[in-house]
């Protein structure tokens, strides 16, 4: 071998790129994983496909007359919804369906709101949004296939707490949010980036539990 090319392979070899051991891939993947988050928050936040993303996440029915009003526990908002539409003559009664400590917190609620207590029937069985349908159609006097509900909760979860009362066998769904989350002078306007910021962590979160209860034959 002439000397030249002793020295071209050489050269080659210091320039060539050393192979990643195992931290060295792991740390490539974290750091491309960290781009693609980025990325894709940017997108969210300052690009209409926020907007679309959320919509997604939201189903909410026309306002209907009920026989059952049923608060899903989780935000006291829901709370605070139900005891208006009690008000408005949506229906008469008011299921709280929650956790045990969670149930009391919003049965106190409705009453601070004018709710009657002998209008406040109490799940406290329920922990997850699979729970609801289930515990509440063990009340006595609930037929969900004849009774009509309309459900409340979180604006985002809407769509995923439909699902799974219709999955269980629900007939009459009406799906109701607190309305000054999307309608009203109340409510953040569409398309202002301040409002995809604030709802990101619970669109991501709705989304992800979207993915983990159909994995899980829930949905």
């Given at each position: 071998m002439s000397n030249a090319q002793q020295a071209s392979g050489e050269a080659g070899e210091r320039t060539r790129r050393p192979r990643r051991g195992p931290i060295g891939r792991l740390w490539w993947c974290v750091q491309w994983t960290a781009n693609l988050v980025v990325a894709a928050v940017a997108v969210w936040v300052f690009t209409p496909a926020g907007d679309g993303g959320a919509r997604k996440l939201v189903h909410l029915d026309p306002p209907a007359q009920a026989d059952y009003i049923v608060a899903l526990g989780g935000s006291h908002?829901?709370?605070?919804?139900?005891?208006?539409?009690?008000?408005?003559?949506?229906?008469?009664?008011?299921?709280?369906t929650s956790t045990g400590e969670g149930a009391a917190a919003f049965v106190g609620i409705?009453?601070?709101?004018?709710?009657?207590?002998?209008?406040?029937?109490?799940?406290?069985?329920?922990?997850?949004?699979?729970?609801?349908?289930?515990?509440?159609?063990?009340?006595?006097?609930?037929?969900?296939?004849?009774?009509?509900?309309?459900?409340?909760?979180?604006?985002?979860h809407t769509s995923r707490a439909r699902a799974c009362f219709a999955r269980a066998g629900y007939n009459h769904?009406?799906?109701?949010?607190?309305?000054?989350?999307?309608?009203?002078p109340l409510a953040p306007p569409e398309g202002a980036w301040g409002h995809r910021v604030q709802r990101l962590p619970a669109a991501i979160y709705e989304t992800a539990a979207w993915a983990y209860y159909r994995l899980r034959g829930w949905l």
């Amino acid at each position: 071998m002439s000397n030249a090319q002793q020295a071209s392979g050489e050269a080659g070899e210091r320039t060539r790129r050393p192979r990643r051991g195992p931290i060295g891939r792991l740390w490539w993947c974290v750091q491309w994983t960290a781009n693609l988050v980025v990325a894709a928050v940017a997108v969210w936040v300052f690009t209409p496909a926020g907007d679309g993303g959320a919509r997604k996440l939201v189903h909410l029915d026309p306002p209907a007359q009920a026989d059952y009003i049923v608060a899903l526990g989780g935000s006291h908002d829901a709370a605070v919804e139900a005891a208006a539409l009690h008000a408005a003559g949506v229906a008469p009664i008011v299921i709280v369906t929650s956790t045990g400590e969670g149930a009391a917190a919003f049965v106190g609620i409705l009453t601070a709101y004018g709710v009657p207590a002998d209008a406040i029937r109490t799940d406290p069985n329920a922990g997850r949004t699979c729970d609801h349908p289930r515990t509440v159609a063990a009340l006595p006097g609930v037929d969900k296939q004849t009774d009509r509900f309309c459900i409340v909760t979180s604006v985002l979860h809407t769509s995923r707490a439909r699902a799974c009362f219709a999955r269980a066998g629900y007939n009459h769904i009406i799906m109701a949010a607190p309305r000054w989350q999307f309608a009203g002078p109340l409510a953040p306007p569409e398309g202002a980036w301040g409002h995809r910021v604030q709802r990101l962590p619970a669109a991501i979160y709705e989304t992800a539990a979207w993915a983990y209860y159909r994995l899980r034959g829930w949905l």
